[in-house]
């Protein structure tokens, strides 16, 4: 996707089961990144803004049912609408801090017993991460905090079975942080992997495509 040598910005994703402190990490981070004077956004997915968005949005908060194969669709879709965006922002040299992408795609879809190969083909030829920071949490201490906000994937036993399903998805692109620990803690050490990351695209990095 780049040419070699060419300094850009890092695709950083955030993923973990919910409450597991994502959102609070990425704000945390990306006010970190500015006040050192990077260039960088916080996105989201889904992103709920757009129309595809509305139509997740919608069925998140059981304001509507859909299959599973046509849900996970809307979720890639979802992400391929903000593809070529952030190819020219990576470009241009902005890092972007991504809370959630492709690994919370395939780890609750497979959880609800979708195919993996299945899961995976559609997310094929989006920009590959150069850093997926996993904030890692059992489900029962995601549960004790402040309980879940009743959207359709909040419950416990859900929960458990996409924490098994994410840890069968991991590869080398993870960086495994313990979320247990106190939230300063954790926002050291994500801090810490994030910036070396940084530096590794500003270097010229390749940017690659998933899933490699
Ligand atoms: P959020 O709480 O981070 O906005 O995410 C909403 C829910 O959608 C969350 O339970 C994870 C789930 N999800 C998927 O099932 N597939 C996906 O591709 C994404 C991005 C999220």
């Known amino acids: 996707l780049s040419a070699n040598n060419e300094s850009r910005g890092a695709l950083v994703v955030f993923e ?3 409450r597991s402190g994502k959102t609070s990490q990425c704000g945390r981070l990306v ?20 129309s595809v968005g509305q139509l997740i949005s919608a069925y998140l908060t059981n304001k509507s049912q859909l299959d599973d194969h046509t849900i996970h669709l809307l979720f890639s879709a979802n992400r391929w609408e903000k593809r070529s965006m952030m190819e020219t922002k990576l470009k241009a040299g902005t890092t972007l801090i991504v809370d959630r992408y492709s690994y919370s795609g395939v780890a609750f879809s497979t959880a609800k017993g979708l195919d993996f190969e299945w899961c995976k083909a559609p997310e094929i030829g989006l920009i590959a991460p150069d850093l997926v920071v996993y904030l890692d949490i059992t489900p029962e201490k995601a549960a ?20 098994q399903h994410y840890k069968l998805r991991k590869d080398s692109s993870w960086k495994i942080v313990d979320a247990c620990q106190p939230l300063d803690d954790v926002e050291k050490q994500v801090k810490e992997i994030v910036l ?8 010229g990095k390749i940017l690659s495509s998933l899933w490699s």
């Open 196 to 203: 070396q990351h940084i530096i590794a695209c500003q270097k």
């Open 31 to 50: 006010s970190y990144l500015e006040g050192l004077g990077h260039s960088v956004e916080l996105w989201r997915f889904p992103d709920r803004t757009t």
């Open 144 to 163: 004790e905090r402040g309980g879940y906000g009743g959207e359709r994937y909040e419950q416990l036993e859900f929960q458990r079975k996409v924490s």
């Open 16 to 18: 973990g089961l919910d």
